[in-house]
Antibody, heavy 123, light 108 residues
């Protein structure tokens, strides 16, 4: 079955950096686009970033553009999110999610989600 | 950016009752709308995609309808495990794929 396991969350000071990872299994990782979606405490869901199955296209929410970088290593079945210049408003649970497909540019729908990793930005 | 407005914010019903949740878009999203269920402390789960298609493993008591700007998620007969928060999400002008603010379905 599809499994997505995030790691790398923690407490970081404003202006700091953090790198999240998402280990995927149970499907052909290299055939699907992948997303990061976040949820601030007690709030709703916000899409953060997408990467195409081969890494050739990446899209970002305006709120993170220029600060976050999504990447993937298909040889390791792993998705990443490098987060720089972190702000208090980036505090959230970060989920990785599999794109439903089949478009190589992403369908914008998320059919499997990991359990999330909490990022807290605080001094 | 397309804004999705869900109503009601909270819905209080009893097991066995029928639940009707609404999602309205600020402009047409055609049929590019999905519904997700999220239980406390858990990740969201895809229920319905493209307005009316049940995702893999989703029970038949969940159904979706609508197109354009008005959409409905119906749960025909509530089971205890159905009490959760429900989000709609559009992919018409993805990226970004915007979400509604959620409807909390609670036990009456």
């Amino acid at each position: 079955q599809v499994q997505l396991v995030e790691s790398g969350g923690g407490v970081v000071q404003p202006g700091g950096s953090l790198r999240l990872s998402c280990a995927a299994s149970g499907f052909t990782f290299s055939s699907y686009g992948m997303h990061w979606v976040r949820q601030a405490p007690g709030k709703g869901l916000e899409w953060v970033a997408f990467i195409r199955y081969d890494g050739s296209n990446k899209y970002y929410a305006d709120s993170v553009k220029g600060r976050f970088t999504i990447s993937r290593d298909n040889s390791k079945n792993t998705l990443y999110l490098q987060m720089n210049s972190l702000r208090a408003e980036d505090t959230a649970v970060y989920y990785c999610a599999k794109d439903q497909g089949p478009s190589p540019y992403g369908s914008g729908q998320f059919d499997y989600w990991g359990q999330g990793t909490l990022v807290t930005v605080s001094s | 950016e397309i804004v999705l407005t869900q109503s009601p914010a909270t819905l209080s019903l009893s097991p066995g009752e029928r639940a009707t949740l609404s999602c309205r878009a600020s402009q047409s999203v055609s049929s590019y709308l999905a519904w997700y269920q999220q239980k406390p402390g858990q990740a969201p789960r895809l229920l319905i995609y493209d307005a009316s298609n049940r995702a893999t493993g989703i029970p038949a008591r969940f159904s979706g309808s609508g197109s354009g700007t008005d959409f409905t998620l119906t749960i025909s007969s509530l089971e205890p495990e159905d009490f959760a928060v429900y989000y709609c999400q559009q992919r018409s002008n993805w990226p970004p794929g915007t979400f509604g603010q959620g409807t909390k379905l609670e036990i009456k």
